[in-house]
């Protein structure tokens, strides 16, 4: 709830989100203990009753939430504008209303890291910042049902020679599930080899950078199957060689998995010839997976609608990191445990949907049906430590939702 020591501004009238649900006023007037009249005034220009304004705001949100509505729709009724006056000579901690910003500009503000400071740390008694150096084991690794879903389709195509694509935001925890599987492998010795193939600065084309070749791909897995042999000079002869190595290693027990990340920008001609990498059989066996890691722009690079490489696409699960948003006090509970800390003891009940409501990007002009949720690790990991600074700087006990809106 939003403390008595916040003044609690207005709310947006709430008609444009009624009429989009199908909500009738006398139906919200009934769920938020309101008179009609009183529920005529915020349905129609969104004032709160003076009294218990933050219990009402509250009951509305739950029932327009029991009703379907998302965060998007929300948004402008889970953040508050106005600090209390008292707050206000700290503007620079936690400004209270910012400049409307590109979703661009306001993608990479909650991209910047942040780092959380000693006072912060004195003030929530953390010995140490829950969001640096937070991952040292597998037990460090939050684990949502989706985020379990894909260390499966990992282990799968690790072991079952597949063929995946990990497409993911930065920040969305794509490189962290993969690290996750390379411990596991080593943690339980099961028999997988991975193989990991990089150019430094890697582009689609030379015009950028450095693309990534086949023949490094080729590269990569004789070195790691056999790191004192030479790589031989034609095509065909390394071709064959690779395929002998892989021959070799399945039969001493191995399986094979190639990991490309920044797989988006790996050049279309590679892409193609990942095909033939991955039609090297022994018999009726598989000799080798694949494993794509990359931003949406793979998804593109990936498209079905691309005639050259419609073959190999059709055989690649492809699989989307989906946003924090229904496990976040869940992620935010482990991240604190693991710190020595709680959730209860930092966090307010209401700065959770203001988080959610403050990860929504929106374009500019756009409808509540266009916002996409940008509530992955890295940036709620940003926007919680930037919270925590200022709620610490202001002299608040805990993060709430007036905290969250102003950073």
Known sequence: MIPASLSVPVMPPLQ?????????????????????SAASRLVAHGLLPARRAGEVRQRVVDYLKSRGASMAHLREIVLPKKLAPECLQHAEA?????????????????????????????????????????????????????????RAALMDAATHHGFIAIVGESGSGKSTLREDLEERIREERKPVIVIKPYVLGMEPNETKGKPMRVGQIAEAIVHAL?????????????????????????????????????????????????????????????????????????RTLLSEQNPEIREIVQRCEQIAMEPLD?????????????????????????????IRARLISMPRGGRAADAVSVCYPLVVNNLVCRALNAAALVGFPKVDAQVIAGC
């Open 16 to 36: 444009p989100v009624l009429a989009e649900l199908g909500i009738q006023s006398r139906d919200l007037a009934r769920a938020a203990n309101l008179s009609r």
């Open 226 to 298: 056999a790191p004192a042999v030479g790589m031989k000079s034609s095509p065909e002869a390394r071709y064959r060689q690779v395929h002998d190595l892989l021959k070799s290693s399945r039969a001493a027990g191995y399986s094979h998995l190639v990991v490309i990340e920044e797989a988006h920008r790996m050049p279309l001609a590679t892409l193609k010839h990942l095909k033939n990498l991955m039609e090297l059989k022994d018999g009726l066996r598989r000799l080798i997976g694949v494993a794509l890691i990359g931003q949406p722009e793979l």
């Open 326 to 354: 229904n496990d976040l006090e869940a992620y935010l509970s482990h991240k604190l445990e693991r710190a020595g800390a709680k959730l209860a003891d930092l966090v307010e009940p209401d700065a959770l949907d203001a």
């Open 94 to 150: 936690a400004p209270v209303n910012p400049e409307p910003t590109e979703p661009q500009e306001e993608s990479q503000m909650l991209l910047r890291n942040e780092t959380l400071t000693p006072a912060a740390k004195r003030h929530f008694g953390l010995a140490r910042s829950p969001f640096v150096d937070d991952i040292q084991s597998r037990d460090d690794v939050f684990a949502s049902q989706h985020g379990r879903y894909v």
